[in-house]
């Protein structure tokens, strides 16, 4: 008597007959190679930027840099292109080109000054208490004047900074005329009217670079913890003291961050000094004057370094502040 074999499973019939994988396409193949060779697949995806800003941004840079050492010809007018210091020493040397320096330099630490005081308050809010609909509200009024025509919103200011304008009538409207006349009687700030003197080119340039003041300071202080501000009101902080010891301290990389861009963008522009304002020089019209008008490119080229360096060196100590990581 032979033992029983393991029980019979049931039969299953024939499924069809598996088809051989077809092999895999181009582009399969491509993203394997991609995905394995991780150097190579970031190699082409930097290659354009880098391709653009080597060749086309560094290499400007770089020539900028060169001409500046140019000179040129008292008498033919002519650029004499061998390295000399002459244009930096007839840069350095007047005193009217250096007074253009430093109206520049002021106008556009007093514009970062002044955003800063607008963008905090604002920033705050949306930071804080703007939720849902609010929150849309205040991106879409923040980032909708970026959106309209630079010169027109130059000209748009023009026209209400003139003495016939919508701003001289608001003051004259509530008996505000002869503070408005002490104003522009300033030695320093005034004019004939608001739009031919330093303080309208003052207003143009700190609604046109507000919003770049107000986005990183209200990324900033999203990050300021809020257990950090109920601890402080914990421990007894009255609310300026948890504000200058805690808010303000967390939020100045941010403000850092968006000045800049309000200095930076100040010291390079031209077009607001030209259409509003008295007729004195700033970097930037120098710069448009003597390389188009006058024809010396040394000079401009000398003067376009000025801003370089100067926002170089504000960035070294941005960064050295923790700005740059809330850009």
Request: glycine letters at 8%; proline letters at 9%; a positive charge.
């Amino acid at each position: 008597m032979t033992p029983p074999g393991p029980p019979r499973r049931a039969s299953t019939p024939p499924g069809p007959p598996r088809r051989a994988s077809a092999p895999p396409g181009p582009l399969r193949r491509a993203s394997t190679l991609l995905y394995r060779r991780r150097l190579f697949y970031l190699s082409l995806l930097l290659a354009p930027p880098l391709l653009w800003f080597g060749p086309v941004y560094a290499g400007s840079l770089f020539a900028l840099l060169v001409q500046s050492f140019y000179r040129v010809d008292e008498f033919s007018g002519s650029v004499v292109e061998e390295p000399s210091l002459e244009t930096y020493r007839a840069l350095v040397g007047s005193a009217a080109h250096l007074d253009i320096v430093a109206r520049t330099v002021a106008m556009a630490a007093a514009v970062t000054v002044a955003c800063a005081l607008v963008a905090f308050p604002v920033a705050y809010y949306a930071a804080r208490y703007a939720r849902g609909r609010t929150r849309a509200a205040f991106y879409l009024a923040v980032m909708t004047p970026l959106w309209a025509s630079y010169l027109v919103k130059v000209y748009a200011w023009r026209l209400l900074l003139a003495r016939e304008g919508i701003v001289t009538w608001l003051f004259e409207s509530l008996g505000l005329g002869r503070a408005l006349a002490l104003v522009l009687d300033a030695p320093v700030v005034g004019g004939p009217s608001l739009s031919a003197s330093h303080l309208g080119t003052f207003l143009v340039f700190t609604y046109m670079w507000l919003p770049f003041m107000i986005l990183p300071t209200q990324a900033a202080l999203e990050r300021v913890p809020l257990p950090l501000l109920e601890a402080s009101a914990d421990l007894g902080a009255r609310p300026l003291a948890t504000f200058a010891r805690v808010i303000l301290p967390l939020a100045m990389p941010g403000v850092v961050a968006g000045s800049v861009f309000t200095f930076s963008l100040t010291l390079g522009d031209y077009i607001i000094p030209s259409l509003v304002g008295t007729p004195g020089f700033f970097i930037g019209m120098m710069v448009y004057q003597q390389q188009g008008t006058a024809g010396n490119v040394p000079l401009a080229a000398a003067f376009s370094t000025v801003p370089v360096a100067l926002v170089a060196a504000y960035l070294a100590l941005a960064k050295k502040a923790g700005a740059l990581d809330a850009l």
